[in-house]
């Protein structure tokens, strides 16, 4: 991954998890790993996710989370986001907001999205997952999580 430490603000919202209000303060003394996508992305998301939830089988640590931001909120209901990121790991969060609390914490990563109703739906957005450590320092980017166990060593060096 890529050293981002400094480089990005640190880890800071508010939105909805099972219909519950939660923020970033939530997740302060867990490493956490920010990840934006939908639940019926057909292939990116569900193979980020699937190494992602991998690389937590190589940490071995209740302290790390996956942050699973959903940039269809039309869609992706709250409901339906919690069943979609439990199905992966127990430690994976999903995340819904409104338009504009998805629009800032989108822009504060950099990261573009877009959703055109259609016919066809069509939803694209970028695939960047970025790791904050206990404090919510933004420390990692990657745009490859392919080798998890790679992942996974940078992930441990954040939980020590």
């Known amino acids: 991954m890529t050293d981002i430490s400094g480089g990005m603000p640190r880890l800071k919202f508010h939105m909805t998890s099972g219909g519950k209000p939660v923020s970033a303060e939530d997740f302060r003394g867990k490493v956490v790993a920010l990840y934006f996508g939908f639940t019926h992305c057909p292939d990116v998301c569900p193979a980020t996710l699937a190494n992602l939830t991998d690389m937590l089988g190589k940490v071995n640590s209740p302290d790390v989370r996956i942050l699973f ?8 209901s709250d409901a339906v986001m919690a069943d979609y990121a439990k199905a992966f790991s127990p430690q994976m969060v999903g995340l819904r907001g409104g338009r ?51 992942v996974a060593q940078d992930v441990k060096r954040l939980l020590d």
């Open 100 to 150: 504009n609390e998805l629009a800032n914490l989108a822009r504060t990563y950099r990261i573009a999205y877009g959703v055109k109703k259609g016919p066809p739906y069509e939803v694209n957005h970028s695939n960047a997952v970025y790791f904050f450590d206990r404090e919510g320092k933004t420390r990692l980017v990657t745009t490859d999580t392919g080798n998890t166990s790679a």
């Open 69 to 76: 931001v959903t940039v269809d909120p039309d869609r992706d």
